[in-house]
């Protein structure tokens, strides 16, 4: 977990993201901008000692998590030139369901204490039809990966009066989407009656886009939305999140802002109800 998380901060500073841009020219210089590499590579031997793990214990008729199911799989193919189930898929795809499915909800996390912290009427109500507005308005305000991941064109297109030529890498920019103020009531600032009608029942809205859209759609936003969902109505309907400051006080200002929003370091109390 610390080394997710710290690759996740370090891929998002602004070293990182001036590497991003001018790639294949810094990768010939020494600098800060290497970092992000030694942390991935890390993170992949310590996935590779696990496989070695499970592939000596391994039972073909009892798999015990994914990589066992991988490596059955493995097992399958074995014979087929062609498979893609081979060890370095078996780590690069763990390593980014790492990245896709742990590291994005504990940051959403994090960032949502923070925002229920800062304003603590929220907490206090516990309709569900609210509960689910609050966490809609946690993930459209933490803005999480505010460019989205990099797209790629499949074939010449025209959009609103540009050429995109096919093969054109694009990123779609969420964070524009998640603040327009023509679809949102308070587009700029906290306020789960973004997602509530006048009657205060939950009211989907088509801006909500923090899974990206289309169909490169992030595959585990059915997932996400049912961990965020049972992480925050448990704990809140057990504890309550308290500051060590003025909730006025507290500042949400991302720790880095690049290719993701990372939240701020912070201290807060969790006490019983």
Partial sequence: MEMMNNSFREVSSAWSQFYDIYADFLKYFPGPHTKIYDILEEMRVFIAERVKQNQKTLD?????????CFLIQMEKEKDNPASEFN???????????????TETVSSTLRY???????????QDRSQMPYMDAVI????????????????????DTEFRGYLIPQGTEIYPVLNTVLHDPTKFKSPNSFNPENFLDENGRFQKNDAFVPFSSGKRICLGEALARMELFLFFTT???SFQLKPLLDPKDIDTTPQESGFANIPPFYELCIIPR
């Fill in 235 to 237: 704990i809140l309907q």
């Fill in 112 to 122: 949502g204490f923070l925002l229920l912290m800062k304003y603590p009427e929220v």
């Fill in 136 to 155: 809609h308005e946690v993930q459209r305000v933490s803005d999480l990966i505010p460019m989205d991941l990099p797209h790629m064109v499949t074939r």
């Fill in 60 to 68: 073909l008729n009892c798999p015990r998590d994914f990589i066992d």
């Fill in 87 to 101: 060890v370095k898929n078996l780590e690069l795809t763990t390593l980014n369901l790492f990245f896709a499915g």
